[in-house]
């Protein structure tokens, strides 16, 4: 009898595969007390395990840089990063102290205060840095009682081909590792979309599934699984028409991304003679490889947060090494780098929660523009950063949060004063730098004509845009469904944008998620848009969908649906502008 479980959709895709359940011992962690004059002992204890585990890591970063690429490689050093984080160490030493317990006790109280903190984190990313806080010291705990292997899945089996692993988690080492060994897909009970292991799962292209509850218990060793990475479904022990419907789906998957291959070099062009340009959103090495395989023009959105996302803020030349390194990859651009946009009252260390704003609706409070606008050392480290390297390519500045003018002249004063105390150094920098704001604010949309001037470009940031719109958080699993980018509104709020932009005569892009879903792409065609972009995994079918549009048709039928209310229950708009290129 077939049996269906479902989870969080991490990294679409089809596995079929008999069940390999990893089963962990549960670390017990008792307290016991430590006698005045064995402090300092179980003190050097603590720092030796730290020290094991963090050779332990940088082995495995070594051997996952030279495996399964950079990002596994970057993800398990941001592990070896924490393991230095005072938050960890030197809180965890004074717990020793204070209270005369064991390391393990001590590690496992900080913990604990960590995880009150960061569920008080309303952005996703952040607060999703609590697995990772979870596995280190984890890992230290190990140490400490002699219960860690020196092979990462050390008792799991070398091949794992046809195989879908299911386990309670999994860290970013393991599954880099479980990768190296073959296996067609991952459940685990827990684990979030924006967690290490979730990007990473992303990166290598496994179709994972993480948040099935009771996987482990409902799923049978060696059983045969269906997993569907898109909807976020497990079927056990699959019936005859389900187990031969989704083979059907993933031979047609695989036939669909080998005619990908067939447009990679094709010049970006509608049906109607439209060039479209294709930028890739980035943030790692990997990212900006891909995105020039796959036939990217450039970056239209690279993510700063990953630099400050690591321990301490980077200072100026780390970040001004990072973002040349990402400008020589591109081969002189263009790169758009989007300023920090976090939402914490400090610009500090991420687990340096005294620093970190209590706000009951932080998506509302104090952060992107509005955080560096208060945190100035910390902006202009970054703005001296971002106008050195456009001495050496196309660099352009990108704004996140704009609500008001204000900002935008704040910002641009600040690149002035910027700007001289280069000259005055005698570092070089390019003094026509383009500046762009992000429009992810409904009340930044409907100030475009008044932004504009101020302005060399703009972009829409999907996500926000509309989970403002609708008031809704997409990733409130009670609410979600209510996160619809057809909706009337959302629509007439996009048609509002692109108007306003053309008559302004500002070049505008879509960095946001709708641009690299290809369900959407003739909708954005339709309103106007000419520069996508989007995750480098994303471009080769958004471009094929792009040769296959006339757009003059598309924005007919765009037109034909708002007169009519966009109230037919049975054709969506993106399914209205599908079948209007049916009979071309």
Not at 482 to 497: C, E, F, K, T
């Amino acid at each position: 009898m077939t049996l269906a479980l479902s989870g969080h959709a991490i990294e679409s895709g089809i596995a079929v595969g008999q069940a390999h359940i990893i089963q962990r011992n549960e670390l017990e962690i008792h307290e016991y007390r430590i006698e005045p004059a064995g402090i300092e002992a179980e003190v050097r204890r603590l720092d030796k395990a730290f020290a094991a585990a963090r050779k332990h890591l940088e082995s495995l970063a070594d051997q996952m840089g030279n495996s399964a690429g950079t990002t596994a490689e970057e993800i398990i050093r941001t592990h070896v990063m924490m393991l230095s984080d005072a938050a960890i160490t030197d809180l965890s030493r004074e717990r020793i102290r204070s209270k005369q317990c064991n390391a393990e006790w001590a590690l496992q109280l900080q913990l604990g205060d960590l995880l009150v903190e960061f569920r008080q984190i309303d952005d996703p990313y952040i607060a999703s840095r609590a697995d990772d806080a979870v596995q280190v010291v984890r890992m230290v705990q190990q140490f400490l009682t002699a219960e860690s292997s020196t092979e990462p899945l050390g008792l799991i089996p070398e091949r794992l081909a046809q195989t879908v692993v299911v386990a309670s988690e999994l860290t970013p080492g393991e599954l880099a590792v479980l990768r190296e060994r073959g296996i067609a897909g991952v459940v685990t009970e827990h684990g979030s979309t924006y967690s290490h292991t979730a990007i990473l799962a992303r990166s290598l292209g496994i179709p994972t599934v993480m948040g099935v509850r009771r996987g482990q218990t409902l799923i049978k060793e060696g059983e045969q699984l269906v997993l569907d990475g898109h909807y976020g479904i497990v079927f056990a022990d699959p019936e005859e028409s389900i187990l031969k419907h989704y083979l059907l789906k993933q031979a047609e998957s695989e036939r669909f991304l080998q005619s990908l291959e067939a447009v990679r070099d094709r010049p970006t062009t509608s049906l109607d003679g439209k060039r479209i340009r294709l930028m890739a959103n980035a943030e790692r090495p990997n990212d900006l490889q891909r995105a020039r395989s796959d036939g990217a023009l450039g970056v239209g959105l690279y993510r700063s947060e990953f630099l400050f996302l690591q321990g301490n803020p980077p200072g100026e030349e780390e970040q001004f090494e990072a973002y040349l390194s990402a400008l020589q990859a591109l081969e002189g651009g263009p790169l758009v780098i989007r300023t920090l946009d976090i939402g914490a009252d400090k610009g500090v260390d991420l687990l340096d929660f005294k620093n970190l704003r209590s706000n009951p609706n932080p998506a509302l409070g104090l952060r992107a523009v509005r955080l560096c606008l208060r945190e100035l050392e910390l902006f202009k480290s970054q703005l001296r950063a971002i106008l050195r390297t456009s001495a050496f390519g196309d660099v352009r500045c990108l704004i996140p949060m704009l609500t008001s003018v204000r900002e935008v002249l704040a910002v641009k004063s600040l690149l002035d004063e910027t700007r001289e105390e280069l000259a005055g150094e005698g570092l070089k920098y390019n003094p026509g730098m383009r500046l762009g704001g992000m429009i992810e604010v409904p009340a930044a949309a409907l100030a475009i004509r008044e932004l504009s001037p101020h302005l060399d470009f703009l972009s829409i940031g999907t996500n926000d845009l509309i989970q403002y719109a609708l008031a809704t958080d997409r990733v409130d699993e009670s609410v979600a469904h209510l996160y619809d980018p057809q909706h009337p509104g959302v629509i007439q709020l996009l048609l509002w944008i692109f108007k306003a932009a053309e008559e302004a005569d500002i070049p505008l892009a879509v960095c946001g998620e709708l641009a690299g879903d290809r369900r959407y792409t003739r909708l954005l065609l339709a309103l106007g848009l000419r520069e996508f972009s989007m995750q480098p995994r994303n471009l080769l079918e958004v471009k094929q969908v792009i040769l296959e549009t006339d757009i003059v048709r598309a924005r007919s039928a765009l037109q034909e649906w708002l007169q009519s209310g966009g109230n037919d229950p049975e054709s969506s708009l993106v399914n209205f502008l599908d079948n209007s290129q049916i009979d071309r």
